[in-house]
């Protein structure tokens, strides 16, 4: 008899401290890791990071070739993909467009990545998916590679942009309408959940609750457990194969604003963070409990604030359920028009 089984993919080696990045080299041999690296990053991460990761690489005794990426449209990444063919492993060191760059190619390529953060800004620094821009702006999610190691150095992380910091916020209490949309699916619709996916995305959600006044002060002890919980995140979403434990219906909102709206200068964690308000009234949750932890960490609770118009809102509001067909959410249960999505966002003040 044959038996069926499937296979978890997750990070070899996790290691959170400050001073993290001074260990690069030590984790490398530690995976066996032989031949060639190529260094993904950007000018002015290069300078914060990059350049010590450079340097204890190569001192451990790796031949290292550098890549700046300043962005992930489609094309330049097959033109990574093709460079990266010429190497052993990839080190990425930056944010999430770094990061993904890294995780697209390793994939594609078939070699293993090493994720190195320097901003806490959402849950991808160790999710199996990648986020590339297409020529005409629009973003779409390939299927990726989870990293074999992740070095989040916590002196280096501590001192990013608040904005991203707040993001990464942003971006883990959604988990809580992921899971509740989730749910529901297997409610309404019969979907299977994993019960320990759905407690390991909640526990991230809850924790950086906890901890929002340490988070917003950029305390070590706050950035730490951002960090935790968005490498959880990204762990629950490689157990279940599908970025179901950390993603409904306020990604869908988020996802949908970036169609409708491509020029927006918000970042995906406050977007994502503003679609958790929304949706947390749609599930008939306390929204402004929500609102409240969210000024707390400084993320944008309306539509000046974000910085994006009213309109846009409104049409993304009522348009994200045609985002993704496959996922059920509260979207489609109620399947909101115009007209319902604007009266929806003035019950919640975000117009």
């Known amino acids: 008899m044959t038996m069926e089984f499937e296979t978890i993919e997750l990070p070899r080696e996790v290691l959170v401290k400050q001073k993290a990045i001074d260990s690069t080299g030590k984790i490398c041999r530690l995976l066996r890791l032989e031949g060639p690296c190529l260094l993904f990053t950007n000018s002015n991460l290069m300078e914060i990071a990059g350049r010590d990761v450079f340097r204890n690489l190569n001192s451990s005794g790796y031949v290292v070739n550098t890549e700046m990426i300043d962005g992930v449209e489609k094309k330049r990444m097959d033109e990574l993909v093709d460079k990266a063919r010429k190497y052993s492993f990839i080190v990425a060191v930056g944010g999430g467009k770094v990061i993904d760059a890294a995780k697209y190619a390793s994939f594609k390529v078939g070699v293993p990545f090493i994720s190195i953060p320097t901003a806490p800004s959402h849950d991808g620094i160790a999710s199996p998916r990648a986020t590339l821009n297409t020529d005409d702006g629009k973003k779409i999610s390939y299927e990726a590679r989870t990293p074999i190691a992740v070095i989040a150095d916590l002196n280096v992380i501590a001192k990013a942009p608040y904005r991203l910091i707040a993001s990464?916020?942003?971006?883990?209490?959604?988990?809580?309408?992921?899971?509740?949309?989730?749910?529901?699916?297997?409610?309404?619709?019969?979907?299977?959940?994993?019960?320990?996916?759905?407690?390991?995305?909640?526990?991230?959600?809850?924790?950086?609750?906890?901890?929002?006044?340490?988070?917003?002060?950029?305390?070590?002890?706050?950035?730490?457990?951002?960090?935790?919980?968005?490498?959880?995140?990204?762990?629950?979403?490689?157990?279940?194969?599908?970025?179901?434990p950390a993603?409904?219906?306020e990604h869908l909102f988020s996802h949908a604003i970036d169609y409708l709206y491509p020029e927006t200068p918000a970042t995906h964690g406050e977007q994502v963070g503003l679609g958790t308000l929304i949706m947390a009234k749609l599930h008939e949750m306390d929204w402004q409990k929500f609102k409240e932890i969210m000024q707390v960490v400084g993320l944008p609770t309306n539509a000046e604030q974000i910085k994006i118009p009213e309109e846009i809102l409104i049409k993304s509001l009522a348009y994200a359920k045609e985002i993704r067909k496959d996922r059920y959410t509260i979207l489609n249960k109620l399947d909101l028009s115009e007209s319902k999505a604007k009266e929806i966002l003035k019950e919640v003040n975000v117009i």
């Open 168 to 244: 990464g916020f942003g971006d883990t209490i959604a988990n809580i309408i992921a899971i509740a949309d989730w749910r529901l699916a297997q409610k309404e619709i019969g979907e299977t959940v994993s019960e320990y996916s759905c407690n390991l995305s909640l526990t991230c959600a809850e924790n950086v609750m906890k901890f929002a006044d340490s988070i917003k002060n950029r305390e070590i002890t706050g950035i730490k457990v951002l960090v935790d919980a968005l490498l959880s995140s990204g762990m629950a979403m490689c157990i279940t194969k599908n970025s179901r």
């Open 247 to 249: 993603s409904g219906s």
